[in-house]
């Protein structure tokens, strides 16, 4: 079988390709990734109307480049995957409609795959995953720790009630003048910073609930760098390497608290899994492993190509949906808000 992805939900333009062979091995065909990061990085975030537009001039090229760089067209594709959300409107529908058309006119299953769903599933992609496993959802717009059970079957065990972790780093390196996206700048220059230079605050530590809170974090971080103002390249290396390490510490607190409260919900996890684009951060990569290995589970996180957003991870969720013919059809509607966990379990057990 094989299904083509579409993701036009944030800031990537994406397309790809991705098969499985009948003893269901995965294969990436293509995928084909346009990022719009230069145009909105002059306003330090993502300008929707700007991303939209950006969307609809690229979509159909970057369709045709995957299909043929995965050497296949159109008539031989099983179905046609598309985020239909969350995200922003604009952009959602250029790509559900540019999908809805390719399903009409090649008569192929359309597949309304959720964005963060797609995040969630793409460690079965890379690594074959079974269910369920512990899941750290980690993007510029959502932070979550999910009990994914099954496709379809989330159990949202806790998440941030303010800023999400991405979106944490942006904001930190907007403060500091690093531009956008942060995340892979901040991590770039905390690399030689000194992570105990400054005393910032670990929000929520402790806490019996599986909850992050990152904007008082926010706030110590504009505090410090306004008292030592104006900042030398040393004084930002130490500043991002403090944000880095506070951010770490909660991540792992909060996974931990999860952990405990995963086995009331599903039982044993066949590993800890991080998705989203934050899963790209080295240092909380490093941790979560560590976390992972004391309590004998496995670590799994996608090459850093599939912790953004991407093509083949639209596919690949289009792919496990097909299998289980949850196919849709062409008044599939877009959802700017679409939340993954269709349960909520806050863990509370000490
Ligand atoms: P959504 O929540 O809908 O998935 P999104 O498009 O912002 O939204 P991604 O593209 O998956 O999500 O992730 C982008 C986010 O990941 C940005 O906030 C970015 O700063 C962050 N990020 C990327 N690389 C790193 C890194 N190395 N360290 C920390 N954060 C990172
Ligand atoms: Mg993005
Ligand atoms: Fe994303």
Known sequence: KTVLGIETTCDETAAAVVSVDPDGMPQIRSNEVLSQIAEHAVYGGVVPEIAARAHVEVLDRLVARALERAGTSLADLDGIAVAAGPGLIGGVLVGLVTAKTLSLVANKPLLAVNHLEAHALTARLTDGLDFPYLLLLASGGHTQLVAVRGVGDYVRLGGTIDDAIGEAF??????LGLGYPGGPAVERMAEDGDPERFALPRPMLGRRTADFSLSGLKTALRIEAERIAPLAERDVADLCAGFQAAVVDVVIDRARVALRGFSDVAGRPTALVAAGGVAANGAIRRALAALAGE???AFVAPPLALCGDNGAMIAWAGLERLRLG???????PARPRWSLAVESAPV???
């Open 170 to 175: 942006d904001k930190a390196a907007k403060l």
């Open 295 to 297: 309590a004998g589970l």
């Open 326 to 332: 949850l196919v849709d059809d062409l008044t599939a």
């Open 348 to 350: 509370t057990a000490a």
